[in-house]
């Protein structure tokens, strides 16, 4: 070989071995099933779109990988249970299937019913969503108009309703997004009251469950939610629920369209 030859050669052998490093990661099969520990994970969603149109990856999974999602839980013997359940189970010791986990979905965008929606129904799977009553049938105001996500449509009392009636529970996440420590203690608190108000009164059912806007709390904040006959609250804290979690701060593992397969599976098994 000339030198020219022994000089291409090298730099495509290094190209296959550099790639084939970097592929490595995404492409490895997941990690192998530990044994289901103590904490029950509570995974959250917000938007489930294929359009990059409705903004990043920090708020969107792609349907095809959310699929993947379901589909990992369901061969490997999950089972999706509400909120309640776990904290149940944790102050009564009421039974829990084997693997429980309970899928959330944060402000009720119009695309939990047409993409995440069939894919829960494929692999049996109930799931949470946390609805914020003045902008259902309208679109995301509180981050549209503050510039920081493009317009979302969100869910239609109809399909809210339709999706309550055939097994998903719920929840509240205040009346208009509001951050609930930033505003008066009276405004927070007609937040927290008046969000589960109109949504019973729309549903005809008892609203067991709050979610704090951007995951801002702080104690008064929690009795508030206590106090207004809420069961559970969850956070945007990383963790899992355990048998000492306060349930009014549930932590919860944040899903975004950033994970590859294997990172989502990692996330699974962190603590
Ligand atoms: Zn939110």
New binding site residues.
């Given amino acids: 070989m000339t030198n020219a030859y022994k000089y291409l050669y090298w730099v495509i052998v290094s190209f296959i071995i550099l790639g084939s490093i970097l592929m490595w990661d995404h492409y490895r099969p997941p990690l192998a099933e530990k044994p289901s520990s103590e904490g029950v994970p509570i995974l959250t969603y ?1 938007k489930v779109n294929p359009d990059r149109n409705t903004g990043g990856f920090g708020l969107r999974v792609l349907p095809a990988d959310f699929d993947w999602q379901m589909k990992y839980l369901k061969n490997n013997g999950y089972h999706s249970v509400s909120p309640g359940n776990v904290v149940d189970h944790f102050q009564t010791g009421s039974k829990l299937p084997d693997k429980p986990f309970v899928i959330t979905f ?2 009720g965008y119009q695309d939990n019913y047409r993409y995440a929606w069939p894919i829960l129904k494929k692999y049996n799977y109930t799931a949470t969503v ?1 609805i ?1 009553p003045h902008i259902v049938g309208g679109i995301n105001a509180y981050d549209y108009y503050a510039n920081l996500q493009p317009e979302n449509k969100m869910l239609t009392w109809q399909e809210i309703k339709e999706m309550n009636d055939a097994g998903i529970t719920i929840g509240a ?1 205040a009346l208009d ?1 509001a951050s609930l420590t930033k505003v008066s203690p009276a405004e927070a608190q007609r937040q927290i009251l008046e969000s589960k108000k109109i949504l019973e009164q729309k549903l005809g059912k008892e609203v067991r469950y709050f ?1 704090y ?2 995951g801002d709390f702080n104690r008064n904040i929690a009795e508030m939610v206590k106090k207004s006959g809420y069961q559970a609250a969850t956070s945007s804290e990383e963790g899992l629920v355990q048998a000492n979690s306060d349930p009014y701060l549930l932590k919860r593992l944040r899903i975004n369209g950033h994970l590859s397969h294997r990172m989502f599976v990692k996330k699974l098994h962190k603590y």
């Fill in positions: 917000h944060d402000d946390f914020v996440h997004h979610c806007p951007y």
